[in-house]
């Protein structure tokens, strides 16, 4: 059974932009209703729900989903944990053997604590599954040395599923928390996270590699953030556009402090938003932290910058 604060939470997440995700064209806080023949937008966002003034459908984020994708409940919950990088009480994990018998994930006792300890040894000598190493170096077009940089690895549970998993280190290095990504497409579900992992901003320990006049790159999310290393660029990752924590603001405004604090200097702040109304918000939520931060446009087509860095990876390869 889900936790109500999680419930609540989800019902929180931004209704337009959980419209905009589900392929629906938002403007003006107005849309072409899905659920009926709709020529003049007739679906209207206000505090965070949906109406529909024509057919009369009506909702929050949670019924929006379950409406569009035909889901009950718990999948519609489901898919909105997935889609915005949202920890879930109820993903309680049940141990699963990963490469050379090694246990993989965690045992499913109910609001444990994150024990870095378990884990430590799989990123120590990461293993890459073949599917690990399509979805890396075939599909993603990953550079190698970003890949060991991160510390990927990949296990399997008991049902065979092939898992990514994908540690996150604060930025002294300590691990703090796992997410576990299927390989599956379209496999549900998308993410399993151990109990207690604090899976907020990614590649922290980057921070302790600028120097001054270095550029930043903030991005969404792990991938995006796998793409921006491999173009060269150093670079963090937000969790999701909808996930902002007081904690990871604070360290986001440590960095504008001087060298004098102990902080990088004359270091400045870039992001390529994705091409969407909840990528535009987290980039201006974040420009009220970083005042510098500079706005670069994403290609027409490419709808973030993982999209973007294989469209440039193609064009390398058709010109050799």
Request: with cysteine; proline share 7%.
């Amino acid at each position: 059974m889900m936790e109500r604060s999680d419930i609540e939470k989800l019902r929180s997440l931004p209704c337009e932009g959980v419209a905009q995700r589900l392929g629906l064209t938002v403007k003006r806080h107005k849309a072409l209703c899905p659920f009926h023949d709709d020529h003049t937008p007739s679906l209207t966002f206000k505090k965070n729900k949906f109406r529909c003034w024509s057919c009369g459908a009506s909702g929050d984020s949670i019924s929006l989903v379950m409406k569009v994708l035909g889901k009950d409940f718990r999948e519609a919950c489901r898919w909105l944990a997935d889609e915005h990088n949202i920890i879930l009480d109820e993903w309680k994990c049940t141990p699963a053997l990963g490469p050379k018998g090694r246990f993989a994930c965690e045992e499913s006792t109910p609001l444990c604590t994150f024990d870095a300890t378990r884990y430590e040894r799989f990123f120590e000598r990461p293993w890459l599954s073949p599917e690990a190493r399509r979805f890396l170096f075939e599909e993603r077009r990953l550079d190698p040395r970003v890949v060991r940089w991160c510390r990927l690895t990949s296990w399997k549970d008991r049902e065979g599923v092939p898992w990514l998993q994908i540690p996150y280190y604060d930025r002294e290095g300590k691990l703090v928390g796992v997410q576990n990504r299927n390989l599956i497409k379209g496999g549900s579900p998308r993410f399993r996270f151990p109990q207690g992992s604090q899976c907020g901003i990614y590649n922290l320990p980057v921070l302790n590699l600028l120097k001054p006049g270095d550029e930043l790159y903030i991005t969404e999310g792990c991938s995006d953030c796998w793409a921006m290393l491999s173009a060269g660029h150093k670079a963090i990752a937000i969790p999701s556009a909808t996930l902002l924590s007081k904690k990871d603001i604070e360290l986001l405004s440590s960095l504008n402090s001087s060298p004098k604090q102990g902080r990088p200097g004359g270091v400045t702040f870039h992001m390529y938003p994705d091409r969407d109304a909840p990528g535009e918000r987290l980039f201006l939520q974040l420009k009220q932290v970083l005042p510098s931060l500079v706005h670069h446009q994403l290609p027409p087509g490419c709808k973030d910058y993982s999209e973007y860095y294989l469209a440039l990876r193609r064009r390398e390869a058709s010109e050799e």
